[in-house]
């Protein structure tokens, strides 16, 4: 089956520090891949994605690049600001599929501090 | 488009009560999902919808919990009777129809719902 597994958190960083937050995946065939953004007391807003193997999805500073000899799309960003605490989502869907659900991993919490 | 509007964001309510959550999809998306997060078991998939048909409720916990999508631009959750443990935020979320390039969901704001 589908499945997403990010590493587990909190992580706690200073600001300026560089951030990596590991995920990989399993899924057959060829997935789209996301990370998702989740500031305090609002939903989640799509960071990046990548649809194919090789892509590098990147916004805000983020990046994250679709891995798929190693099932892979951690999340890098080289200098992480105090406005970048937030709760972080590594997502897929499988096109084409029976169906369209999207597989969340279980999130990663990250506090920046100054 | 305003995105995908929730209501109520917030809601009290007490036990045994029934407990209606509301979400208006982004228009032109044929696929919504309600979604449970919970510190304990994170972000839980209940059901999705593709053209206001029910494709998947594998997620919905118990009987208790029914949605329905009555129009392309209306979904409820609806609890009932409410229980303590139902206390979380639920998101409701809209994707587009199924492409390769644009096929991310766009999330609610979330309705917090405590039941006391």
């Known amino acids: 089956g589908n499945s997403v597994t990010q590493m587990e958190g909190p992580v706690t960083l200073s600001e300026e520090a560089f951030l990596t937050i590991n995920c990989t995946y399993t899924a057959t065939g060829y997935p789209s891949l996301f990370w998702y953004v989740q500031y305090p007391g609002e939903g989640l807003q799509l960071l990046l994605k990548?649809?194919?193997?090789?892509d590098k999805g990147s916004n805000k500073g983020f990046e994250a690049t679709y891995r798929k000899e190693t099932t892979s799309f951690h999340l890098e960003k080289g200098s992480v600001q105090v406005s970048d605490s937030a709760v972080y989502f590594c997502?897929?869907?499988?096109?084409?599929?029976?169906?369209?659900?999207?597989?969340f991993g279980t999130g990663t919490s990250l506090t920046v501090i100054p | 488009d305003a995105g995908v509007i929730q209501s109520p964001r917030h809601e009290v309510t007490e036990m045994g009560q029934e407990v209606t959550l509301r979400c208006k999809p982004i228009s032109g998306h044929d696929y919504l999902f309600w979604y449970r997060q919970t510190m304990m078991r994170g972000l839980e998939l209940l059901i999705y919808f593709n053209n206001n048909v029910p494709i998947d409720d594998s997620g919905m916990p118990e009987d208790r919990f029914s949605a329905k999508m009555p129009n392309a631009s209306f979904s409820t959750l609806k609890i009932q009777p409410s229980e303590p443990r139902d206390s979380a935020v639920y998101f409701c979320?809209?994707?587009?129809?199924?492409?390769?390039?644009?096929?991310?969901?766009?999330f609610g704001q979330g309705t917090r719902l405590t039941v006391v």
């Open positions: 979320a809209s994707s587009r129809p199924r492409t390769e390039v644009n096929t991310e969901a766009f």
């Open positions: 997502a897929l869907i499988h096109v084409p599929n029976t169906g369209n659900q999207f597989y």
């Open positions: 990548a649809t194919k193997a090789d």
